[in-house]
């Protein structure tokens, strides 16, 4: 409904409707859809004007209009506005006079109905959004409490006979409860006598936290090491492989005031894997036995690549690997290294033949440097 700001009284008023053109004929040459009077209603307002009695002109159209738009839309009071006006016509204290403003009339009605036009759709769609932004506030707040009732379903706790303990996602398989999705493995501290060094193949750790699947470290993860040493990379099948961020004792100001250390979900993301801190090295792991150090690939050092390895299934590699066609044993020397794609420049053997291959997916061992012969003749 349109109440009429100009009019005092407020008597003019109309209803509309905001998505469709509600004026009675297609044939009207006014530009204003939804004004309330029919246009063979202001034709006749017109014919019965006549002309103005000062200059001859006729009514135009948009002076009838306003006519009947004081008059409410009643035509007898809308033909007495109009003898009104041209015998007013010599008036000096108004910008317009005359018919004239009765054309002003019903431009300045027709600037208010859109102006109003504007903040009634704005006011529609704010409660629109307003009900729109409910219904998906509902419909966020049910899928967190069936996402939360699905993760306590899937929570297990689980001991072993060795006194470790793991708490995180599992599935039931036989009644048996086994870890698999996301959880942290706790082993006692007292299992441990050795520390962690360049040389020593650790198998177990104090802490594991990561991914899992079917009872086995797979995917994403940390060891952690009752020394307070850590690997961050890839595990398959319980096993560290490839290449991972080792972190020393010594840790990080940084990470010790963001209160969250390496226990959660985030630890493994929170960063960008490819910035060093102070006390972190690139480690290479093959099925938990260390493999080297990431600043010992350093250009000439020569490398022998082993063909894949299938975890479990022979038939079905766990892992995606790109360098399927390596030979059993290929020893190779390194050229160069791209950090953008993290890929080593390897030459085979004494031959010129170069590829790019990454190495945190190759199964590779580092060899003792060969001495070279014709220099020491």
């Given at each position: 409904?349109?109440?009429?700001?100009l009019?005092?009284?407020?008597?003019?008023?109309?209803a509309?409707?905001?998505?469709?053109?509600?004026?009675?004929?297609?044939?009207?040459?006014?530009?204003?859809?939804?004004?309330?009077?029919?246009?063979?209603?202001?034709?006749?307002?017109r014919?019965?004007?006549?002309?103005?009695?000062?200059?001859?002109?006729?009514?135009?159209?948009?002076?009838?209009?306003?006519?009947?738009?004081?008059?409410?839309?009643?035509?007898?009071?809308?033909?007495?506005?109009?003898?009104?006006?041209?015998?007013?016509?010599?008036?000096?204290d108004?910008?317009?006079?005359?018919?004239?403003?009765?054309?002003?009339?019903?431009?300045?009605?027709?600037?208010?109905?859109?102006q109003?036009k504007?903040?009634?759709?704005?006011?529609?769609k704010?409660?629109?959004?307003?009900?729109?932004?409910?219904?998906?506030?509902?419909?966020?707040?049910?899928?967190?409490?069936?996402?939360l009732?699905?993760?306590?379903?899937?929570?297990?706790?689980?001991?072993?006979e060795?006194?470790?303990?793991?708490?995180?996602?599992?599935?039931?398989?036989?009644?048996?409860?086994?870890?698999h999705?996301?959880?942290?493995?706790?082993?006692p501290?007292?299992k441990?006598?050795?520390?962690?060094?360049?040389?020593?193949?650790?198998r177990?750790?104090?802490?594991?936290?990561?991914?899992?699947?079917n009872?086995?470290?797979?995917?994403n993860?940390?060891?952690?090491w009752?020394?307070?040493?850590?690997?961050?990379?890839?595990?398959?099948?319980?096993?560290m492989?490839g290449?991972?961020?080792?972190?020393?004792?010594?840790r990080?100001?940084?990470?010790?005031?963001?209160?969250?250390?390496d226990?959660?979900?985030?630890?493994?993301?929170?960063?960008?894997?490819?910035?060093?801190?102070?006390?972190?090295?690139?480690?290479?792991?093959?099925?938990?036995?260390?493999?080297?150090?990431?600043?010992?690939l350093?250009?000439?050092?020569?490398?022998?690549?082993?063909?894949?390895?299938?975890?479990?299934?022979p038939l079905?590699?766990?892992?995606?690997?790109?360098?399927?066609?390596?030979?059993?044993?290929?020893?190779?020397?390194?050229?160069?290294?791209?950090?953008k794609t993290?890929?080593?420049?390897l030459?085979?053997?004494?031959?010129?033949?170069?590829?790019?291959?990454?190495?945190?997916?190759t199964?590779?061992?580092?060899?003792?440097?060969?001495?070279?012969?014709?220099?020491?003749?």
């Amino acid at each position: 409904m349109y109440r009429s700001p100009l009019d005092p009284s407020g008597a003019l008023e109309f209803a509309f409707d905001p998505l469709r053109a509600l004026h009675a004929h297609e044939d009207s040459r006014l530009q204003w859809p939804e004004y309330p009077y029919k246009q063979v209603t202001i034709d006749r307002v017109r014919a019965k004007a006549g002309r103005a009695s000062i200059d001859g002109k006729e009514l135009s159209e948009e002076g009838a209009a306003g006519a009947l738009l004081i008059a409410y839309g009643e035509e007898i009071q809308a033909l007495f506005q109009i003898g009104q006006y041209d015998r007013e016509n010599n008036a000096k204290d108004t910008v317009e006079t005359g018919w004239k403003a009765l054309e002003r009339q019903f431009f300045d009605e027709r600037a208010a109905f859109r102006q109003a036009k504007r903040d009634f759709i704005r006011g529609e769609k704010a409660k629109v959004e307003a009900i729109l932004d409910a219904q998906a506030a509902r419909a966020r707040q049910e899928q967190e409490r069936e996402e939360l009732s699905a993760w306590r379903a899937r929570q297990i706790v689980k001991r072993y006979e060795d006194g470790s303990k793991y708490d995180g996602d599992g599935v039931t398989e036989n009644g048996v409860s086994i870890p698999h999705g996301y959880g942290t493995l706790w082993v006692p501290e007292e299992k441990y006598a050795n520390t962690v060094g360049r040389s020593t193949d650790i198998r177990r750790v104090a802490r594991y936290v990561g991914e899992w699947k079917n009872g086995f470290m797979h995917g994403n993860g940390t060891f952690h090491w009752a020394s307070g040493e850590s690997w961050r990379g890839n595990f398959i099948r319980g096993e560290m492989q490839g290449k991972g961020i080792y972190t020393s004792s010594e840790r990080d100001l940084d990470e010790l005031n963001s209160g969250r250390g390496d226990t959660g979900r985030d630890a493994n993301s929170a960063k960008d894997p490819q910035i060093l801190r102070p006390n972190q090295r690139i480690r290479y792991f093959d099925a938990s036995q260390h493999v080297c150090w990431g600043d010992e690939l350093t250009l000439g050092c020569r490398v022998r690549l082993f063909d894949n390895r299938h975890f479990g299934d022979p038939l079905v590699s766990v892992v995606k690997r790109y360098n399927v066609d390596l030979e059993e044993e290929t020893d190779a020397v390194v050229v160069s290294y791209d950090p953008k794609t993290d890929r080593h420049l390897l030459r085979k053997g004494e031959t010129e033949e170069t590829r790019w291959m990454s190495l945190s997916n190759t199964n590779f061992r580092v060899l003792a440097p060969r001495p070279v012969a014709r220099l020491l003749e």
